[in-house]
């Protein structure tokens, strides 16, 4: 949850979300393979994450990392130092120098390195582009930002902008910082300036909507720059991005506001009426109420319940007044 709102999580809800962690639309790896392949994979490997969105699964052996398929096939050996879940047909991974410094690349589906581990940091693939990040040559703490495409081509180049978040939905927010002004807008696959950096904050698009910010208000607009909507004077937007159409907000600025859930157009979808409200993912959403959490569906509908501990409970309501 936004700013710094997911420990709460863990402190309170780690063995529920435990069983859930790592799945995407293909599932948990035991409903994906035949018992049989499930039970060489188990037996083969120290560590097994659930299948991702691409049919890929992470998997470690003797402290290295590689990929299975979802026949259980290794496509990618257990040679590597780490690998992240596949996005837009490539794996983000790294490596550790003599000086125990970590560098990051790229490798295809196959295993082959696309993109040399030369980054000090980098984000996934989304839109053919994935932003890599380096250390300025004189100042090195200094972070220099720039996006490159599959074949490890610079695309938009580094100190374009002093600051940019990964493309989604073909948009990228890119910061412009000088000693006049310190604003965000976005830029298109191509580079180009769409909407104008003129937000003193800005967030990833998705279901065609980005949250902004400018002057200490917040509002949602459009891929033109349109704005959608203005949240009410007394609601706090709880996420960065609106997930599956939905965003949890809260109402109120004391021990008695409440969570609910809205649309892209800013309009009430569940009630405020939940002590405590996460996105949606796969259609079901946990939310706290009288003292129970809660797994909902997109109608309320209550499919899951399990008591909270009051002390815990105390923790949470006294978090939520920061978000306000």
Known sequence: MRKNFYFILV????ATFMTSCGADENGAIEEVLSKKTYAKVISTYD???????????IVKSDGKYGVIDMKGKEIIPC????????????????TKDENYKYWYGFLDKTGKVAVEPQYKDAGHFNDGLALVIRGNEKKSWINEYAFINKKGEIVVDFNTYAKMQSFSEGLAAVNVENE????????????????APTYGHAYSFSDGVAIVGKNDKEFVIDTKGEVVFIPEKDMVL????????????????????????????????LPFEYDYAESFIDGTAYVVKDKKLLLIDKKGNVLEEESIDSEDLEEYLEDILYMF
């Open 11 to 14: 402190a309170i809800f780690a």
């Open 47 to 57: 560590h097994v994450s659930d299948f991702f969105s691409e049919g890929t699964c």
């Open 79 to 94: 040679t590597h130092e780490r690998i992240y879940d596949c996005s837009d047909g490539m794996f983000l991974f790294y």
């Open 180 to 195: 006049n002004k310190d604003v965000w807008g976005y830029i298109n696959t191509k580079g180009e300036v769409v909407i």
């Open 238 to 269: 709880l996420e960065e991005t609106f997930e599956e159409g939905l965003m949890p907000a809260a109402k109120g600025n004391d021990l008695k506001a409440k969570c609910g859930f809205i649309n892209t157009k800013g309009e009430e979808v």
